[in-house]
């Protein structure tokens, strides 16, 4: 059973918006650190924007600072993912991952260590 789903993506204009959802249990919603990561072509994985129970809310990257933003939805049991703005450079395989445990349920913690991963979605901004 995948323990992350992602849904959302799709295929937009620059400047258009798109949001991504993820979806997971409702202890990794209470317990775990959720972020948001990309995989554009030619690059490596990039750390988008994470969310904690414990401290909040921790940009992984300054790009996307305005632009971007990270909720939950509790009553869905989502963590989701505003894009505004969107530009071509935004195009990526977009994927939702949780890091649990004491430090680590902690976005302060960083990009790295996330061991429970969704099987990704696409997000093309092209004109």
């Known amino acids: 059973q995948v323990p992350l789903v992602e849904s959302g993506g799709g ?18 919603m209470d317990q775990y650190a959720i972020g948001w990561f990309r995989l554009a ?18 940009y992984f990257t300054d790009s996307i600072k305005g632009r971007i933003t990270i909720s939950k939805d509790n009553a869905k049991n989502t963590v989701d993912l505003q894009m505004n703005s969107l ?8 994927y939702c991952a949780a890091r649990g445990g004491f430090s680590g349920s ?22």
């Open 87 to 94: 530009k071509p450079e935004d195009t990526a395989v977009y």
């Open 106 to 127: 902690r976005c302060s913690q960083g990009p790295n260590n996330f061991d429970l991963w969704g099987q990704g979605t696409q997000v093309t901004v092209s004109s």
């Open 11 to 28: 295929v937009v204009q620059p400047g258009e918006s798109l949001r991504l959802s993820c979806a997971a249990s409702e202890r990794i």
């Open 41 to 58: 072509p030619g690059k490596e994985r990039e750390g988008v924007l994470c969310i904690s129970p414990y401290d909040g809310t921790t």
